[in-house]
């Protein structure tokens, strides 16, 4: 991990229960699986479907998962799901939600500037949505990182509307 990041590990994990409890009043996490258009902003959904075809069986990353929306939206479309944060306290979260689901995903914390622990060319579709690079310092590590773990002919999609 970047130690620039330790700071933003230990506020994501103070904050983890507040942001459940947000998240719970809005209730969308419990829709994303079905309704996978909820999980995304813009065009992201339309670029995963255009690029990735049909997810079914697919492998795909979600880094940065924060509330795990865009995880749980794309084990809805059939996609074997792996979501990294850099917050055990969200990542504890998502994985009560996914079981509360009946989604099997599987979690990693990791940095996305240093996904280390994934292993090379794994994934046909890694994607990071709404406010990933507010948090990064590197986002060139970030790309490396990426491109190290997606398949050959894999693609990332991402999108960032955060304010910064």
């Excluded at 310092?137 to 970030?142: G, I, L």
Aim: glycine residues 8%.
């Amino acid at each position: 991990m970047l130690h620039e990041h330790e700071a933003n590990r230990r506020y994501w994990d103070a904050l983890a229960s507040r942001w459940r409890e947000l998240r719970d009043r809005d209730g969308l996490w419990t829709r994303c699986a079905a309704e996978p258009e909820l999980a995304f902003e813009g065009k992201a959904l339309a670029m995963i479907r255009a690029y990735g075809g049909n997810l079914m069986g697919k492998s795909a990353c979600v880094i940065g998962t924060g509330d795990a929306y865009a995880a749980f939206a794309l084990a809805g479309l059939g996609a074997r799901v792996t979501a990294t944060d850099i917050s055990q306290g969200q990542l504890d979260v998502a994985r009560s939600r996914a079981e509360q689901l009946g989604l099997a995903l599987d979690f990693d914390r990791t940095d996305a500037a240093d996904l280390a622990p994934l292993p090379d060319a794994a994934f046909d579709l890694v994607c990071s949505t709404n406010g990933l690079f507010v948090w990064i310092t590197r986002p060139d590590q970030v790309f490396a990182s990426v491109r190290r773990i997606l398949k050959p002919g894999g693609f990332y999609v991402f999108y960032d509307i955060h304010p910064f």
